[in-house]
């Protein structure tokens, strides 16, 4: 079911998107090489130990797409893993394509973001252009997030950038509704049709989440943890992700994250 939300709840939202959006700029600082996942990790544990009414969505969440009960703070996808990333002993190298996911609950609202950057001096033009795609992949996907438009327009803007730069589009994980819990209704796939689905109205609160991997569609879940979903080909992917509500005046980013061009353009 999918359910709107109030001004005020889209505003006792706003707290859950800053944290979430504040720990992702100090981490895209803070991660160089030689940084350890598990460290990572651990700073967001101890942010969300920090912040009252903070509650990690991923320590024991256990959807069926996964194996288990996840067991840490954050997902880290590296190189040519692309989501649900589970952090291990794992010191980044010169030019690893990392990205962070990273949903958490303030005073029972959830704000859900991921970012992708690559680390050190050797950075592959490939690679930035894979993460630019899906930047630019969120913006277009939030832009058509208007009241009127419907769902497809969305999901249809973010696969037309996707056919621009030359990427395959995966449908099986793509954005969700956002409340009380991390994943609502309804779905968002990173491609779809214009004009077609759910019309869009004030107060609906989604997540938009391009994520695309260069050469493939296709992905396997790692048997090592159950978790992580890395690229059939070997290939690298970037997942660029926002919390967005829909109001009259159109879209704002709620995981607002400072130096985010995106979240600058839909402050709100
Ligand atoms: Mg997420």
Redesign the pocket.
């Known amino acids: 079911m999918i359910e709107l939300k109030t001004h005020s709840e889209i505003e006792a939202m706003k707290p859950a998107g800053r944290f979430v959006g504040g720990i992702l700029h100090d981490l895209q600082e803070r991660t160089k090489v030689g940084t350890n996942l598990l460290e990572i990790d651990e700073f967001v544990h101890q942010r969300i130990v920090d912040r009252k009414g903070a509650q990690s969505c991923y320590v024991d969440y256990a959807p069926d797409f996964g194996t288990g009960p996840f067991a840490h703070y954050i997902?880290v996808s590296v190189n040519d893993a692309v989501l649900h990333g589970v952090p291990y002993d794992y010191d980044l190298k010169d030019g690893d394509l990392v990205s962070l996911?990273?949903?958490i609950s303030v005073d029972g609202w959830v704000a859900?973001?991921?970012v992708s950057f690559v680390v050190g001096k050797d950075k592959d033009p490939e690679d930035l252009r894979l993460i630019k795609c899906t930047q630019e992949a969120l913006a277009a996907g939030i832009a058509a997030a208007q009241p009127g438009n419907r769902l497809g327009d969305i999901s249809h803007a973010v696969g037309d950038v996707a056919r621009a730069y030359g990427y395959p589009i995966n449908l099986d994980f793509g954005g969700h509704g956002v409340g009380h819990i991390?994943h609502g209704d309804p779905h968002v796939p990173n491609d779809g049709k214009a004009h077609h689905g759910y019309k869009l109205r004030p107060g609906l609160v989604i997540?938009i989440?391009p994520w695309f991997l260069k050469t493939t569609d296709e992905i396997y879940q790692d048997p090592k943890d159950g978790w992580t979903l890395r690229s059939e080909d070997g290939s690298r992917g970037a997942h660029s992700?926002h919390t967005i509500a829909i109001t009259e005046d159109g879209p704002i980013v709620l995981t607002q994250r400072e130096g985010d061009p995106i979240s600058a353009e839909f402050k709100g």
């Open positions: 997902c996911d990273l949903a859900d973001s991921a991390m997540a989440e992700e």
